[in-house]
């Protein structure tokens, strides 16, 4: 079941007052990292608010509270929930955004200046910051409902919106928020939904459409090693002392191998091996090591075999070494010797693996290992924060309505990706609704969220409103 020709036909007769709507937004500096910014993401907050009002939706900004931040307490933004459409008869679909960007200064290394859009007519690109992450595919939805309520069309589904404020920044309070209301029953704002569609990452490349099913989980983790009581000066006390910054280095040196391989016991272990039908999934990808090879600016993957590449980032478990707090590492050579090093490292998760399984093979490890330094300097292990994987059935007809609306835009198959990165609120949704969650990418993989010179490419910004719109009309023909 395709669109209808004249909602097509809207979106590309309108799409230069989309891309003007898309400008007003990034206009706003809604950085929910920085402090002083804080009252641009409530204005932020308020600006979408009117928009959804205005094309017939009901809304509620919702308080999550406060926190604090850079030694202030500073008020939560809203999350800002929606309704439009009550029919019993029609499947329910919500929708998840968040209208928060990064921080960005033009000094940055950006082009132009990052809240001001700025429209590249040779390329096609819409520069600025927040344009693909994630304000371009929230306004795709709103691009949708502009065209329903102009023409006159009732909606193919009823809808539901969660939009919030601090995606960027912890994404505070949203999950007590969810629970919260799916806790409500039937007074709950999510009480009848039957699927979730998040937009809110992007293609494998910059040529093919794709699909979302999984995301890995993460264990951010931070090792410290300390002794003298104060830094010590390596000529009068090299080689006499325990020294932190040795044990620490040969501590991290113990984490992960050259190829990959993590060398903490039972981690690797615990994830299957992929059979020959999960294979092909990765082989069908139209995504190559020299894609690759062009992302990272260097011939420095770990193996030439496409799958294996693939698989790394979407099926396995990685474990990433980030850097050292405490030591001297400024221009010219100073020779001390710090009193106390802390070391960070992380491993991204995939399923069955969880926080509560990896956190305790890793202390456990690391313990043993700083045991055979006979170090007289003590440890400390800390878990700073983390976020459990999720996986989907991709063979629901929730991907089969996003495959489907896909074809009919693009006139190709999607590939179907797992993610590397982690959204939280996709576990969340999940497992607190119990319904089946899709991310439906509108960006490319070339967009440069929360990079300099961030884009969306006005055909994808078009094209992906277009596709949103007909996602929901294969919803509402799928037979579920």
């Not at 264990?219 to 300390?226: D, I, M, Q």
């Not at 980032?313 to 030591?327: D, F, N, Q, T, V």
């Not at 690391?366 to 003590?378: M, R, Y």
């Not at 835009?409 to 999607?414: E, F, G, H």
């Amino acid at each position: 079941m395709a669109s209808p020709s004249q909602l097509l036909q809207f979106i590309d007769q309108n799409a230069d007052k989309f891309i003007g709507r898309l400008g007003e937004a990034v206009a706003i500096p809604s950085i929910s990292g920085d402090a002083t910014r804080r009252p641009d993401v409530f204005k932020m907050s308020a600006w979408l608010d009117g928009q959804l009002k205005s094309l017939g939706v009901t809304t509620k900004l919702m308080d999550l509270g406060k926190h604090v931040m850079d030694g202030q307490e500073l008020p939560l933004p809203p999350a800002i929930l929606g309704r439009i459409g009550d029919d019993p008869k029609k499947k329910t679909v919500l929708v998840y955004g968040h209208y928060d960007v990064q921080p960005a200064n033009k000094s940055d290394g950006w082009d132009t200046e990052p809240f001001q859009l700025v429209i590249d007519e040779k390329t096609g690109r819409l520069i600025g910051r927040g344009s693909t992450d994630d304000k371009g595919p929230i306004l795709g939805w709103l691009n949708v409902l502009e065209a329903h309520k102009a023409l006159g069309l009732e909606l193919p589904v009823n809808m539901r919106f969660c939009f919030e404020g601090m995606e960027e920044n912890g994404s505070e309070g949203l999950d007590d928020l969810i629970k919260s209301e799916v806790a409500k029953g039937k007074d709950g704002w999510f009480d009848g939904v039957d699927c979730v569609c998040i937009s809110d990452n992007y293609w494998l490349n910059s040529r093919t459409p794709c699909i979302t099913y999984g995301l890995r989980g993460l264990v951010y983790f931070k090792l410290t090693v300390s002794g003298p009581a104060r830094d010590l000066h390596s000529g009068v006390f090299g080689r006499m002392v325990h020294e932190p910054m040795t044990d620490l280095i040969q501590l991290m040196s113990k984490l992960v191998a050259s190829d990959g391989t993590i060398l903490v016991p039972g981690v690797d272990d615990m994830v299957s091996i992929a059979d020959a039908e999960e294979k092909q999934i990765y082989e069908k990808l139209d995504y190559s090591v020299k894609d690759v090879e062009d992302a990272v600016g260097a011939p420095i993957t770990l193996s030439d075999d496409k799958v294996e590449v693939i698989m790394g980032r979407m099926r396995m478990p990685s474990l990433s070494l980030h850097g050292i707090e405490g030591a001297f590492y400024g221009a010219g050579a100073k020779t001390v010797i710090p009193a106390s090093v802390s070391g960070k490292f992380s491993i991204r998760i995939v399923p069955p693996q969880t926080p509560e399984k990896i956190e305790p093979l890793v202390v456990q490890y690391v313990q043993q290992e700083f045991a055979k330094l006979k170090s007289k300097n003590t440890l400390k292990i800390e878990n700073l924060h983390d976020g459990r994987p999720w996986l989907a059935d991709y063979k629901h007809w929730n991907y089969e309505a996003a495959r489907r609306a896909t074809e009919a835009i693009y006139k190709r198959a999607p590939d179907l990706t797992r993610e590397g990165g982690s959204i939280p609120v996709t576990l969340t949704f999940a497992e607190s609704l119990g319904v089946n969650v899709l991310l439906l990418p509108m960006g490319r993989g070339d967009d440069g969220a929360h990079s300099t010179n961030e884009k969306l490419d006005r055909s994808n910004f078009i094209e992906g409103s277009k596709l949103l719109g007909t996602y929901l009309y294969e919803v509402a023909a799928i037979n579920a």
